[in-house]
């Protein structure tokens, strides 16, 4: 019998010997090292020496005793078999043949490191740990920073006890496993002394998109972000760029209050939490050369993993960096929820009802539960927890699992998209919304709650019980239509999800929603930053965390929101709308009031291509061009075209391609199209002119309409004339969509019309229009409409 196997003797084909943690270690180690994926060398205790123990020390018997006539479901049951059991392991010694096999090992490793005692990570491995379709993350003991050997022995008595957790015995008898046919194998490896650490996902993890990896990353020892005990950094990848460009998608800061770094006082105590200062909390916990190296690896991992499985296998991965700023891999499985989903269903859930928000957070899936709250602060107390009721709590650990599956859904004051209740709530398939902040201060035990998190990147928990329905869609079922539908999107949050839609791209992504809820700032306050107001420069560094260079920001955060959109959709095409606000819109950003004329009519007044070679402006429109080129050229999304707004002449237009052209952005260089918008009667009776300049045109039926008719669309009292339909606005969209033709330039439209009366959808395509983009709610509609 092997009591002891090294990592270079392992393979993903030894999971009955060493559980599928470890299997997966050797697997990278042997593997990955000739592709630089650094793992810390270690060895596996294997199964058969958990076998030995049991029968040496006489557990068998007594274990079986306390199984028999279990009830999983009575907490009460449930925590007093589960107590005896671990005190029945803990009592028992490790037989000394195994003792001295383990010892042997640790001292070869420790000599390997140049140490007489080298610090290790004790973790559980079971041989029944990581199916398919659940992981139920950390169902078994972890211990860091374990040095000695009394203390090793030790810690690898409780990993063997801790089989028998309680969330470890109702996961089996879940799956339905038989205890005494599930072993423990246990994992001892070289430790990681953290600087940062964290968890990378190479898939989606909220709506399966396939083409992004997700990194969160804290400083110290990585079980904080693990546990859900810190709101982490957070940051996106895109797969399909990364080996020839920096694609990092976007990157959001987090709070990161705390670290846990070595104790140095006990081995009874190997770990601690300590503050973290608000300096290092207001910058990120890894550079981006750190964020592209791990992003590769993940590629790496995913890439060795589907091979060997001959499917497509995203992967769960731990990461770490010591203190020589030196990243490892010290865990890595194939994810459990989001591979498993079937991409031909699109299921959607619509919120029917507005509601009073009670606290908000990070959204984990799409779902929408409702329930009464129960405030829980103390594991102790769940035997008081009932079926169905809403969870709100400061974080969970795996002590929480028995009632999680029992949540209507689950709501946490920390945590983000990798922490345990985030793992654990997608697995179960509830809605649970994490790092809230104080939801278990402004939510009341006992309250009806709504849980929503269907609205994109942010959770919110709604006072009462609103109404909700959900929709199934099989997208194999579509009609195949010969006209482009594409999609209009503002959200960037919501373009992954959006993404399964069966469209051809984005006809119109809108800038206004990433300046007014990411950036929030004019951009000529950050350029003007040492001018301001004391009250604007306080809002701005507020916002600007981390920014010495304050116009950096802008052009971050605006390249982060395209590049979210543009990814989704890659490589359809993604036509980004240049800003559009009207003057009172910018004037509401932060400090824009200085820098904005009051206009009687902003709708037909200083706005769109006016404003981008203005010398009051022209400055700030450098700033969002400077965006786009770092989105197409840095990150290597090349599928970005640019739109004019609100362009009143062929002159007008010739201006502002000067303008792009002074920042790199030059029509027909690296096949950039650039788009005019057809809103203005002017558009279409000069088409043949604004075609020598431009790529193609997409028709804004909404200000065609109004400038058509002379209608203002914002005032009720003339609401009445208001109708894209109208025989005028018809006759100008037939006679643009000709010239185009003629003139062999892409005309598409996207407007509102189409996805608001199903009869002027079939008007387009009868006139040969392109493309139609939509509005996402109204996608599947028009599809049935247009089968015809």
Same mark, same amino acid.
């Given at each position: 019998?092997?009591?002891?196997?090294?990592?270079?003797?392992?393979?993903?084909?030894?999971?009955? $010997?060493?559980?599928?943690?470890?299997?997966?270690?050797?697997?990278?180690?042997?593997?990955?090292?000739?592709?630089?994926?650094?793992?810390?060398?270690?060895?596996?205790?294997?199964?058969?020496?958990?076998?030995?123990?049991?029968?040496?020390?006489?557990?068998?018997?007594?274990?079986?005793?306390?199984?028999?006539?279990?009830?999983?479901?009575?907490?009460?049951?449930?925590?007093?078999?589960?107590?005896?059991?671990?005190?029945?392991?803990?009592?028992?010694?490790?037989?000394? *043949?195994? #003792?001295?096999?383990?010892?042997?090992?640790?001292?070869?490793? !420790?000599?390997? &490191?140049?140490?007489?005692?080298?610090?290790?990570?004790?973790? +559980?491995?079971?041989?029944?740990?990581?199916? /398919?379709?659940? +992981?139920?993350?950390?169902?078994?003991?972890?211990?860091?920073?374990?040095?000695?050997?009394?203390?090793?022995?030790?810690?690898?008595?409780? =990993?063997?006890?801790?089989?028998?957790?309680?969330?470890?015995?109702?996961?089996?008898?879940?799956?339905?496993?038989?205890?005494?046919?599930?072993?423990?194998?246990?994992?001892? #490896?070289?430790?990681?002394?953290?600087?940062?650490?964290?968890?990378?996902?190479?898939?989606?993890?909220?709506?399966?998109?396939?083409?992004?990896?997700?990194?969160? !990353?804290?400083?110290?020892?990585?079980?904080?972000?693990?546990?859900?005990?810190?709101?982490?950094?957070?940051?996106?990848?895109?797969?399909?760029?990364?080996?020839?460009?920096?694609?990092?998608?976007?990157?959001?800061?987090?709070?990161?209050?705390?670290?846990?770094? &070595?104790?140095?006082?006990?081995?009874?105590?190997?770990?601690?939490?300590?503050?973290?200062?608000?300096?290092?909390?207001?910058?990120?916990?890894?550079?981006?050369?750190?964020?592209?190296?791990?992003?590769?690896?993940?590629?790496?991992?995913?890439?060795?993993?589907?091979?060997?499985?001959?499917?497509?296998? @995203?992967?769960?991965?731990?990461?770490?960096?010591?203190?020589?700023?030196?990243?490892?891999?010290?865990?890595?499985? /194939?994810?459990?929820?989001?591979?498993?989903?079937? /991409?031909?269903?699109?299921?959607?859930? %619509?919120?029917?009802?507005?509601?009073?928000?009670?606290?908000?957070?990070? +959204?984990?899936?799409?779902?929408?539960?409702?329930?009464?709250?129960?405030?829980?602060?103390?594991?102790?107390?769940?035997?008081?927890?009932?079926?169905?009721?809403?969870?709100?709590?400061?974080?969970? *650990?795996?002590?929480?699992?028995?009632?999680?599956?029992?949540?209507?859904?689950?709501?946490?004051?920390?945590?983000?998209?990798?922490?345990?209740?985030?793992?654990?709530?997608?697995?179960?398939?509830?809605? =649970?919304?994490?790092?809230?902040?104080?939801?278990?201060?402004?939510?009341?035990?006992?309250?009806?709650?709504?849980?929503?998190?269907?609205?994109?990147?942010?959770?919110?928990?709604?006072?009462?019980?609103?109404?909700?329905?959900?929709?199934?869609?099989?997208?194999?079922?579509?009609?195949?239509?010969?006209?482009?539908?594409?999609?209009?999107?503002?959200? @960037?949050?919501?373009?992954?999800?959006?993404?399964?839609?069966?469209?051809?791209?984005?006809?119109?992504?809108?800038?206004?929603?990433?300046?007014?809820?990411?950036?929030?700032?004019? /951009?000529?306050?950050?350029?003007?930053?040492? $001018?301001?107001?004391?009250?604007?420069?306080?809002?701005?560094?507020?916002?600007?965390?981390?920014?010495?260079?304050?116009?950096?920001?802008?052009?971050?955060?605006?390249?982060?929101?395209?590049?979210?959109?543009?990814?989704?959709?890659? @490589?359809?095409?993604?036509?980004?709308?240049?800003?559009?606000?009207?003057?009172?819109?910018?004037?509401?950003?932060?400090?824009?009031?200085?820098?904005?004329?009051?206009?009687?009519? @902003?709708?037909?007044?200083?706005?769109?291509? +006016?404003? &981008?070679?203005?010398?009051?402006?022209?400055?700030?429109?450098?700033?969002? =061009? %400077?965006?786009?080129?770092?989105?197409?050229?840095?990150?290597?999304?090349?599928?970005?075209?640019?739109?004019?707004?609100?362009?009143?002449?062929?002159?007008?237009?010739?201006?502002?391609? %000067?303008?792009?052209?002074?920042?790199?952005?030059?029509?027909?260089?690296?096949?950039?199209?650039?788009?005019?918008?057809?809103?203005?009667?002017?558009?279409?009776?000069?088409?043949?002119?604004?075609?020598?300049?431009?790529?193609?045109?997409?028709?804004?039926?909404?200000?065609?309409?109004?400038?058509?008719?002379?209608?203002?669309?914002?005032?009720?009292?003339?609401?009445?004339? &208001?109708?894209?339909?109208?025989?005028?606005? %018809? #006759?100008?969209?037939?006679?643009?969509?000709?010239?185009?033709?003629?003139?062999?330039?892409?005309?598409?439209?996207?407007?509102?019309?189409?996805?608001?009366?199903?009869?002027?959808?079939?008007?387009?395509?009868?006139?040969?229009?392109?493309?139609?983009?939509?509005?996402?709610?109204?996608?599947?509609?028009?599809?049935?409409?247009?089968? $015809?």
């Amino acid at each position: 019998m092997a009591f002891i196997l090294w990592f270079k003797e392992l393979s993903n084909a030894d999971v009955d $010997k060493v559980g599928g943690k470890n299997a997966s270690l050797g697997e990278m180690y042997r593997e990955l090292k000739k592709k630089k994926v650094r793992v810390p060398n270690g060895f596996a205790i294997t199964a058969e020496a958990y076998k030995h123990y049991l029968q040496e020390a006489g557990i068998e018997e007594p274990l079986k005793k306390q199984l028999k006539g279990l009830k999983r479901h009575t907490i009460r049951d449930l925590e007093k078999r589960g107590r005896a059991i671990r005190d029945l392991f803990l009592s028992k010694e490790l037989p000394q *043949d195994l #003792q001295d096999a383990i010892l042997k090992a640790y001292h070869t490793l !420790s000599k390997t &490191y140049g140490d007489k005692n080298t610090d290790v990570a004790v973790r +559980s491995s079971a041989t029944a740990e990581d199916l /398919p379709t659940a +992981s139920f993350a950390g169902q078994q003991e972890t211990f860091l920073n374990i040095s000695g050997e009394t203390a090793l022995l030790d810690a690898c008595k409780r =990993c063997f006890a801790s089989l028998f957790t309680n969330r470890a015995i109702v996961y089996r008898e879940e799956n339905k496993f038989d205890h005494l046919k599930v072993y423990l194998s246990i994992g001892v #490896q070289k430790m990681v002394r953290s600087k940062s650490s964290g968890v990378m996902f190479t898939i989606d993890t909220e709506t399966g998109f396939r083409n992004a990896i997700l990194i969160n !990353s804290a400083y110290g020892l990585g079980e904080n972000v693990v546990q859900g005990k810190v709101n982490p950094d957070q940051f996106y990848v895109f797969k399909p760029t990364l080996d020839t460009h920096q694609p990092i998608l976007s990157k959001t800061l987090g709070e990161k209050s705390i670290r846990m770094i &070595y104790s140095g006082e006990s081995t009874k105590i190997p770990v601690k939490n300590v503050d973290v200062s608000t300096e290092d909390q207001e910058r990120f916990s890894i550079t981006d050369k750190e964020i592209l190296t791990l992003a590769r690896w993940g590629n790496i991992i995913e890439d060795h993993y589907s091979k060997k499985k001959g499917k497509f296998t @995203p992967m769960d991965i731990e990461w770490a960096k010591d203190d020589n700023d030196t990243l490892f891999i010290v865990q890595a499985r /194939p994810e459990t929820v989001q591979s498993q989903r079937d /991409p031909n269903v699109l299921e959607t859930y %619509k919120l029917e009802e507005k509601g009073t928000t009670l606290a908000q957070g990070q +959204s984990i899936g799409n779902k929408i539960g409702v329930g009464k709250a129960h405030v829980i602060m103390d594991v102790k107390h769940i035997n008081k927890f009932k079926k169905g009721e809403v969870l709100i709590t400061e974080m969970t *650990d795996p002590d929480w699992v028995p009632i999680m599956r029992q949540a209507g859904a689950i709501v946490t004051n920390r945590g983000g998209r990798t922490c345990h209740a985030a793992i654990v709530s997608r697995e179960l398939g509830i809605p =649970c919304i994490v790092g809230t902040k104080n939801a278990t201060e402004t939510v009341k035990t006992g309250q009806d709650v709504t849980v929503v998190c269907s609205q994109g990147d942010v959770g919110r928990v709604y006072k009462g019980k609103l109404k909700f329905h959900v929709k199934k869609t099989n997208l194999k079922k579509l009609p195949k239509l010969k006209t482009k539908i594409m999609m209009n999107l503002g959200d @960037p949050t919501q373009a992954f999800d959006y993404s399964f839609l069966p469209v051809k791209g984005v006809g119109l992504a809108r800038e206004e929603f990433i300046i007014s809820s990411s950036i929030q700032i004019h /951009p000529r306050a950050l350029q003007e930053y040492p $001018k301001v107001p004391a009250d604007v420069k306080e809002k701005i560094d507020e916002l600007t965390k981390g920014y010495e260079d304050k116009q950096q920001y802008f052009i971050d955060k605006l390249a982060e929101g395209i590049a979210m959109i543009a990814a989704a959709f890659h @490589p359809e095409d993604v036509i980004v709308r240049l800003s559009d606000f009207k003057t009172n819109e910018y004037a509401d950003l932060i400090g824009g009031k200085k820098y904005e004329p009051e206009e009687h009519n @902003p709708m037909i007044g200083w706005r769109g291509a +006016s404003r &981008y070679y203005h010398k009051d402006y022209r400055d700030a429109f450098g700033l969002e =061009c %400077k965006a786009l080129l770092k989105v197409r050229e840095e990150m290597g999304l090349e599928n970005v075209k640019i739109m004019i707004p609100f362009c009143r002449t062929p002159e007008e237009g010739k201006k502002v391609l %000067k303008e792009m052209r002074k920042h790199g952005l030059h029509r027909g260089k690296k096949g950039l199209e650039i788009y005019v918008m057809c809103e203005v009667p002017s558009n279409v009776l000069l088409a043949d002119e604004f075609s020598k300049i431009f790529d193609g045109f997409s028709i804004g039926s909404n200000d065609l309409t109004q400038l058509t008719l002379a209608v203002d669309r914002d005032s009720e009292l003339v609401a009445n004339l &208001y109708d894209e339909r109208n025989d005028a606005v %018809k #006759q100008l969209i037939s006679k643009v969509i000709k010239k185009a033709k003629k003139n062999k330039r892409k005309i598409g439209i996207c407007g509102d019309a189409p996805s608001t009366y199903p009869e002027f959808a079939q008007f387009l395509v009868k006139e040969g229009i392109d493309s139609m983009s939509l509005s996402p709610d109204a996608v599947l509609a028009t599809f049935k409409h247009l089968r $015809k």
